[in-house]
């Protein structure tokens, strides 16, 4: 009905002025007594044709407007075939569209070219700058200083920043490198626990961690990645002789609690967000916002669920769920 009621605003005065002509020649016989008879006649053999004539125009426009509704759905790029034009307007404007859409197709080629230069300059930075790290980490385990175990510390996280530039990188190409199999999680925990040793020494963290005895089905760098990361965090809020817990809440959930300064209800639900740090991050100057944002996309990546609840002073839990459903085994 909408598209009948346009049809007729957008026609109403070629129909007007139909009508408009009928009205001049009843008038003109009219005034001249003529009979009625020899005017309706004619008058409505053209309203009838006039009818049949709308009605082919009708069934035409509903074509078009169809076939302009399913272009409507698609991206620019794959508008291609438009339906032609019904006058010199439609033509112009068609000629107008197109030509925008192949300057977009030209600007999202150029712009994909840029990004893929850029992400292949990172990527081999990333690569490459591990070597001065290995060096540097070569030297300072000669040394057994305070200040050479200040300086392994800040290399360290020298190191996981290179780590985040190179996950964020991957999980903005179209192609992964995720191997999804059976895996023993006790593993993964272990490596990450073991990056961190160091660090749990330093601040006299008190580590509270027991053989989970799970396998899961996950990717194992990734997951490591995740685990790293909320272990990073764990360690930079919580106060020396705190602790750190890794427990299985559930037989599928890995629950990492901690007992630092925790989270202000009011960044909760942001905590996820890309570049987000809230008021801790703020406070601490050196927060990114992307550690937990990455987390996230991984997680979703891989089919797991993390979650986060936190309390100011109370400390924070983090939860992964590892259950997954429909997956194929590599």
């Not at 300072?140 to 175990?149: G, I, K, P, V, Y």
Request: hydrophobic share 40%; glycine share 4%.
């Amino acid at each position: 009905m909408k598209f009948f009621l346009n049809y007729l605003k957008d026609r109403r005065r070629i129909i007007g002025l139909a009508l408009l002509f009928c009205a001049i020649f009843l008038s003109a016989f009219a005034l001249y007594h003529l009979p009625i008879g020899a005017v309706l006649y004619p008058a409505c053999v053209c309203l009838v044709l006039e009818i049949i004539f709308i009605l082919f125009d009708l069934r035409r426009a509903y074509k078009k407007h169809k076939r302009l509704t399913a272009l409507q759905k698609l991206p620019a790029a794959l508008m291609d075939i438009f339906p032609f034009g019904d006058s010199q307007d439609d033509d112009d404007y068609l000629q107008i569209i197109q030509k925008l859409i192949e300057e977009q197709k030209q600007t999202a080629n150029k712009l994909n070219g840029q990004y893929m230069d850029m992400v292949d300059y990172y990527t081999i930075w990333a690569h490459q700058i591990k070597t001065p790290i290995a060096a540097m980490h070569l030297t300072l385990q000669n040394e057994d200083t305070e200040l050479s175990r200040k300086l392994s510390e800040e290399l360290f996280r020298i190191e996981q920043y290179v780590e985040m530039v190179l996950c964020y990188l991957r999980l903005g190409s179209d192609s992964t490198d995720y191997v999804i199999r059976l895996q023993e999680l006790d593993d993964i925990v272990k490596q990450a626990i073991r990056k961190f040793s160091s660090q749990f020494i330093r601040k006299r963290i008190r580590l509270v961690y027991e053989p989970l005895h799970k396998q899961v089905i996950t990717d194992e760098k990734w997951l490591q990645f995740v685990i790293e990361q909320i272990l990073s965090n764990a360690i930079k809020y919580t106060r020396s002789e705190g602790s750190i817990t890794i427990d299985l809440e559930t037989p599928d959930t890995l629950c990492i609690r901690d007992t630092g300064i925790g989270i202000a209800p009011e960044d909760l639900p942001r905590i996820f967000e890309k570049g987000y740090t809230g008021y801790n991050g703020r406070r601490d100057k050196k927060a990114s916002g992307i550690g937990l944002y990455l987390c996230k996309r991984i997680c979703d990546h891989l089919g797991h669920n993390l979650s986060v609840n936190s309390s100011l002073e109370d400390g924070t839990v983090v939860r992964i769920s590892l259950a997954r459903k429909n997956i194929e085994v590599e």
